[in-house]
């Protein structure tokens, strides 16, 4: 849920930015074919710009995830020693 979460509070963020750019295409185009070139190329890079922010923050969110999964395979991992510890204490004590 946290990953959809992320996704979905990223793309409401993106979204005023991509119809900013969007409406200055639009505007740049009936002015000057050159000046619609640049202003595209602007909201181009704009756009690859949060796409970077996205995919730094995306990266970023799996890092965590793998990490609390490692850490929770590991505890796992313990429990199950202490499991068998425990288990053959209770064998040791029923074969004296």
């Given at each position: 849920m946290n990953h959809r979460a992320a996704?979905?509070?990223?793309?409401?963020?993106?979204?005023?930015?991509?119809?900013?750019?969007?409406?200055?295409?639009?505007?740049?185009?009936?002015?000057?074919?050159?000046?619609?070139?640049r202003a595209k190329v602007a909201a181009?890079?704009?756009?690859?710009?949060?796409?970077?922010?996205?995919?730094?923050?995306?990266?970023?969110?799996?890092?965590?995830?793998?990490?609390?999964?490692?850490?929770?395979?590991?505890?796992?991992?313990?429990r199950d020693r202490k499991i068998a510890?425990?288990?053959?204490?209770?064998?040791?004590?029923?074969?004296?």
């Amino acid at each position: 849920m946290n990953h959809r979460a992320a996704i979905a509070s990223l793309l409401v963020v993106l979204s005023p930015l991509a119809s900013a750019a969007q409406q200055s295409q639009a505007k740049a185009a009936q002015a000057d074919p050159a000046a619609a070139t640049r202003a595209k190329v602007a909201a181009v890079q704009g756009e690859a710009k949060a796409e970077d922010v996205n995919v730094r923050q995306l990266k970023a969110r799996v890092d965590a995830l793998e990490s609390d999964s490692k850490a929770a395979s590991r505890q796992l991992d313990d429990r199950d020693r202490k499991i068998a510890e425990l288990e053959r204490q209770l064998d040791a004590q029923r074969k004296p």
